[in-house]
């Protein structure tokens, strides 16, 4: 056992200086000798220590190996060195630094039958001995030593002092770090006690016979020995304070190659996890030489993870690194050079650990408590609470911040919820509506009915013709994709709406557009009166503050307004204020936006106070893709008529101007009541006369002038032309051959068709139709489109259009004929009553060419169908009104006259 000398003891207090200092791992190297088995096969040292600190491969320039040839370590030792020389010139300095309360380990790391063990058992003896000199000549200090020793045998922790085979529970302690639960601890009475300790653990240890160790370690073995120390001076006295510290002397397992160690059975499998543990320990090692950023590996394995603080924590280590010189292991060796080299690079920080004693204990704390007392009872500075204030205030206004864009968050996700929800809802009701329509489309025949219905997959037909364009089925060929999209995207749209304008609608009105056209609900049909479909757009934008039932009190009002105003304006030319007094009149109508579908069942229900948009709106919120198929209008057509850049302002009165002002009421896919229709065409009127006024007409010449323009005179009350039949003829057949060109509305043709008999006073109606229908044929030859808000309009859309209308009617012909009114409705237009679709095949023969008489019947229908007898004579009434002249008693030539019986 060596000992201290005096000298070497003032330099390991001495030591107590690297406390706090970071400092490199120290790496040694012991190079064994060639032993008797490496002999036999003639193997020569591949290796050769050339200096103190380099050891040098002797093959490297025979084999042109591309690995370094040398390697510089903090101390090689030659194979004829003794441990004591290893120990003495390499571990003892860390070794010993445990007396002056420093943690340090001491590895031994080489492949199997390099040396470990035949290094380790030396080392711990040489340590302990030097401890044990150390305690004997510190008499002032009184010492305890103990003993404790673990292996790591196949990942599982085993406590050596203890002949149980429990295996030991590791768990981190935030402070102390990785501990051993129940680990047996023995203090050391004496150098025999723990000699006898010592081979005690031996004897435990699991070891095994392999090919190239007789006696080759199977597991990792630490032995600690733990040192408190204190001063017998201040023994039990406040001011006493303990130094502990612990040295670990681990002896690691070699690594190995099953190939090489001929391992099979539990040899094959402990070299397994030797293996596995080795691994991560270089990998943690190699992570630590690179710095400490980013994750280090320790708790891979048991074995990093109880040496986790002599791995880059608060310990000193060494590493002796162990190699066999023979040729044949030179692959190994290798792999421990690596290990070396990267374990010289990474650094620990040892403290020294001070234990301070119960009384010690208090008495610091009873000190710091009577320094917090004092602070408390004398404030700092001023400036510090104002800082604490201010911080205080900071937060706080961080927090409110932070808890209102959680509340905005919140909102927006509920909102998010919400659309998706009903977007669900309405691919639930599309798909349900999908299957309706094949109803429709099949019910009044009872033959097919029962093969629709049977149809295997049907609604799924339908979704993917929903989702496919080009889907094109034989039987549904009518029914069109685009429909199907589009009755997708109103449905969509009204939810979108419905969000934005529920509170402000209230009361239902059609879906218009400046076509015409009046469009009918493709859904909810049931719903749905003649009154409603009738309810004009503007009437339904100045009702706002009045109750549905008193729709038509308002819109008298309403029409007795605009009298008023026109009367107004005609008294009081050239005021030039008259003109912009009458646009106020209607800029209500034109800032409003038609945002509405007509298919959404809300629609019914609640009402709109702002006008629905029919097929054709603005589609806001929504793919482009949607967006497209919807163009926005701003009001009912009587509004743009009248408003819009019309040519029938007194501002603008040019060719351009009126074709502007048709494009703009032309083949748009929305779809206009006739009311909006006619009151577009009051306003129109209105504008022509008093466009005449601004044209310098004279009063007296005002009946001719407005004859001229082919529009009758409101205020004249001259009796009509007698040419006027004649005339009132050639106007209807151009009308219906436009209606056909154009592809205008059928209810529409029907309204205008019942409305428009032949009365001279229908006169004015029958110019501005025909001028409307021909602007609209022109533009539709130019370019096979119009335009809309500066938008191109494609004709298709009033195709489109139209073939939802009928789609519409078909519908109502089932729930608004009878059954055998049905039948008697087919079998007088010619449809065989055991054919397929026969209300398709009806409503697609309605209005389809321009014969009196087929217009005729069809208009019975489609007025059947939109239950127009009461209202359209109460429309009529309301419209002659205003603006006919009450004397006028002119003949009538009326359509009606020629108007066929349903049946
Ligand atoms: N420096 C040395 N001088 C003389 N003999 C040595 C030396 N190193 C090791 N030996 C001998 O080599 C053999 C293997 O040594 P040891 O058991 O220590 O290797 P090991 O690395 O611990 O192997 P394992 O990993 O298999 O346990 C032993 O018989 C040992 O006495």
Request: glycine content about 6%.
């Amino acid at each position: 056992m060596g000992a201290i000398a005096g000298e070497e003891l003032v330099k390991w207090e001495k030591m107590q200086g690297v406390s706090g200092r970071e400092e490199n791992i120290l790496v040694l190297l012991r190079l064994r000798p060639l032993n008797q088995k490496e002999i036999t096969f003639n193997e020569v040292p591949a290796w050769e220590c050339i200096n103190q600190t380099t050891i040098l491969y002797r093959n490297t320039l025979r084999e042109g190996s591309t690995f370094p040839s040398a390697y510089t370590f903090d101390r090689v030792f030659r194979g004829d060195c003794c441990t004591k020389q290893v120990y003495d010139e390499g571990a003892k300095e860390i070794a010993l630094s445990v007396v002056g309360g420093i943690n340090s380990s001491i590895f031994a790391y080489g492949q199997t039958s390099s040396g470990k063990t035949y290094t380790m058992n030396g080392i711990t003896e040489y340590a302990a001995a030097d401890i044990f000199d150390y305690i004997n000549r510190h008499e002032e200090r009184a010492f305890v030593l103990k003993f404790s020793a673990i292996e790591i045998y196949n990942e599982i922790i085993r406590d050596l002092l203890s002949s149980e085979n429990t295996p030991l529970r590791l768990r981190d302690d935030p402070e102390r770090g990785p501990i051993l639960e129940k680990l047996t601890e023995e203090t050391l009475r004496d150098w025999e006690h723990l000699k006898e300790l010592i081979s005690f653990c031996e004897a435990q240890r699991q070891v095994g016979e392999t090919y190239l160790n007789d006696r080759s370690s199977r597991s990792h073995q630490i032995i600690r020995l733990t040192i408190e120390s204190s001063s017998r001076e201040f023994l039990g006295k406040s001011n006493s304070a303990t130094l502990s510290a612990s040295v670990n002397f681990v002896d690691l397992a070699g690594s190995e190659r099953a190939s090489q160690a001929l391992s099979a059975g539990s040899r094959l499998k402990e070299g397994c996890h030797i293996n596995r543990s080795l691994l991560t320990l270089s990998t943690v090692i190699r992570k630590l030489s690179k710095g400490r950023q980013g994750h280090i590996n320790y708790r891979d394995s048991k074995l990093t993870r109880i040496l986790q603080p002599s791995l880059g924590g608060n310990a000193r280590t060494a590493i002796i690194c162990t190699l066999s010189p023979a040729q044949s292991h030179v692959e190994q060796t290798r792999n421990t050079l690596l290990f070396a080299c990267c374990a010289k690079e990474v650094t620990t920080k040892a403290q020294v650990n001070v234990v301070m004693s119960d009384k010690a204990l208090v008495n610091k704390l009873q000190k710091e408590v009577e320094r917090l007392e004092s602070e408390l009872r004398t404030p700092g500075p001023p400036s510090n609470n104002c800082d604490y204030a201010s911080m205080l205030r900071k937060k706080d206004h961080q927090i409110e911040k932070m808890e209102k864009e959680i509340r905005e968050l919140i909102k927006e996700r509920d909102l998010a919820q919400s659309r998706v929800e009903d977007l669900l809802l309405m691919v639930g009701n599309y798909q349900k509506s999908g299957k309706e329509k094949d109803d429709t489309w099949e019910d009044d025949n009872s033959a097919s009915e029962s093969s629709s219905n049977n149809h295997p997959g049907h609604s799924d037909v339908r979704i993917r013709q929903f989702n496919n364009p080009h889907y094109n089925e034989d039987e549904d060929s009518e029914s069109t994709p685009e429909e199907y999209s589009e009755e997708y995207c109103k449905e969509v749209q009204c939810v979108e709406l419905e969000e934005s304008s529920r509170d402000d609608l209230e009361y239902p009105v059609p879906s218009t557009h400046d076509n015409g056209v009046m469009a009918l609900p493709l859904s909810e049909e049931e719903n749905v009166t003649s009154q409603e479909i009738l309810t004009p757009v503007n009437e339904e934008m100045e009702d706002r503050q009045f109750p549905p039932n008193s729709t038509h009190s308002v819109l008298e009002q309403r029409l007795n307004d605009v009298q008023l105003s026109i009367d107004s304006s005609v008294g009081s030319y050239p005021d030039e204020q008259s003109p912009h007094a009458m646009s106020a009149t209607m800029s209500n109508f034109r800032n409003l936006q038609l945002t509405r579908s007509w298919s959404c069942r809300e629609h019914y229900m609640t009402g709109f106070r702002t006008p629905p948009s029919g097929f054709g709106q603005g589609f806001l919120g929504k793919p482009d893709s949607f967006q497209r198929k919807f163009l926005p209008l701003t009001v009912g057509a009587s509004s743009r008529l009248s408003m819009n850049g019309s040519a029938y302002s007194i501002e603008s009165s040019s060719v351009d101007d009126l074709k502007s002002s048709s494009m703009r009421t032309s083949a748009n896919e929305d779809i206009t009541s006739i009311q909006t229709f006619v009151a577009g065409m009051k306003e129109m009127v209105k504008h022509e006369y008093e466009k005449q006024l601004v044209d310098g007409q004279d009063q007296h010449m005002f009946g001719k002038n407005v004859r001229d323009a082919g529009v009758n005179p409101m205020l004249e009350l001259e009796a009509p032309p007698v040419e006027w039949p004649l005339q009132f003829k050639r106007l209807q057949e151009e009308i219906f051959e436009l209606w056909q060109t154009c592809s205008v509305s059928l209810v529409h043709r029907t309204y205008f068709f019942l409305l428009f008999s032949g009365d001279p006073t229908d006169s004015i109606y029958m110019e501005v139709e025909l001028r409307r229908l021909s602007f609209l044929k022109e533009t539709f030859l130019n370019g096979n489109h119009s335009m809309e808000d500066g938008q191109i309009v494609p004709l298709t859309s009033s195709v489109k259009a139209l073939r939802r209308e009928r789609g519409t009617l078909i519908k109502l012909m089932q729930k608004r004929l009878s059954g055998e009114e049905r039948k008697s409705v087919f079998k007088k237009w010619g449809i065989p009553l055991d054919s397929k679709r026969r209300r398709m095949q009806l409503a697609y023969r309605l209005w389809s060419n321009t014969d009196m008489n087929h217009i005729t019947e069809s208009a019975a229908i489609v007025a059947k169908l939109v239950r127009f007898s009461e209202q359209g004579k109460a429309l009529k009434g309301m419209f002659g009104l205003s603006f006919t002249p009450q004397c006028s008693q002119g003949r009538s030539y009326s359509w009606r006259s020629r108007r066929a019986s349903l049946y």
